[in-house]
C-alpha cells in the first residue's frame, strides 16, 4: 500500500516585515483566499487510486493539477490554524516571530492557538479511520503543517518513508506499508520441495 502527500502550490500573499497582532491576523485571513503559484509537481509516473484533498481552495486548485479523477474533498485535512500568541495594539514584530511563535504556542498548548496538539492529532487520526483503505494507492493534497504532523501518524502506522523536517510545496512525499498476507503468500527461499 502506497500513500502520496502533497503540499499545495505556493500561495501568492506577500507580507510585510513588521505586524501587530491585528495584522497578522488580516494577513492570515487574506492567505486563505489568495491565488497559489502553479509549477509542475514530479509525480514520478505514480498511478493513483483515490484522491482526498482539503477543502481550502489552494489545496483543491493544486489537486486539480495532480489527479484527473474525482477528488475527495474533506475538511478533516484543513491547516491548523495559526492565531497571533500575543495582543499587541502598537508593538510590531517580524513575520517570522508571528509565524513561528504561533507554531510553538501550539505545541506548549498555549490557549490562543484555536486548536490543541491533540485536536489535530485526533483530527488526522478521525481521516486516517474514515478513508478506504482497499484503494492500493491513496494520494492527499492539503497544507504544511499537516503534512508535517500527517507524517508521525502515518509512522504510527508502520508506513515508512522520508522523515520531513521542512515540507515543500508542490512535492510528492511517497510512504508505503507492506501488505503482511503478501509477504506470507511467497513461499520462503528452502521451502520448495524438490521430488
Not at 483530527?123 to 492500493?136: A, G, H, M, P, V
Request: net charge positive.
Amino acid at each position: 500500500m502506497r500513500i502520496g502527500l502533497v503540499r499545495h502550490f505556493k500561495v501568492n500573499c506577500p507580507h510585510k516585515k513588521m505586524m501587530t497582532s491585528e495584522e497578522f491576523r488580516e494577513w492570515s485571513e487574506h492567505y486563505e483566499r489568495a491565488k497559489v503559484i502553479k509549477n509542475k509537481v514530479e509525480m514520478y509516473g505514480s498511478k493513483w487510486d483515490i484522491c482526498y484533498v482539503s477543502d481550502l481552495p489552494r489545496a483543491i486548485t493544486t489537486a486539480k493539477e495532480v489527479y484527473s479523477g474525482h477528488l475527495h474533498i474533506d475538511k478533516l485535512l484543513r491547516e491548523v490554524d495559526n492565531a497571533p500568541f500575543i495582543h499587541t495594539e502598537r508593538i510590531k514584530l517580524p513575520f517570522e516571530v508571528w509565524h513561528v511563535c504561533g507554531r510553538l504556542a501550539w505545541y506548549f498548548k498555549s490557549k490562543s492557538q484555536p486548536e490543541s496538539r491533540e485536536g489535530t492529532r485526533k483530527r488526522i487520526n478521525e481521516f486516517l479511520d474514515k478513508i478506504d483503505w482497499s484503494q492500493e494507492n491513496i494520494l492527499i493534497v492539503f497544507h504544511g503543517f499537516m503534512l508535517y504532523n500527517f507524517q508521525k501518524e502515518l509512522k504510527k502506522r508502520e508506513f515508512t518513508g522520508e522523515k520531513i523536517r521542512r515540507v515543500k510545496n508542490g512535492v510528492l512525499y511517497q510512504y508505503v506499508k507492506e501488505d503482511p498476507i503478501r509477504e506470507t503468500s511467497m513461499p520462503e527461499l528452502g521451502e520448495t520441495e524438490i521430488s
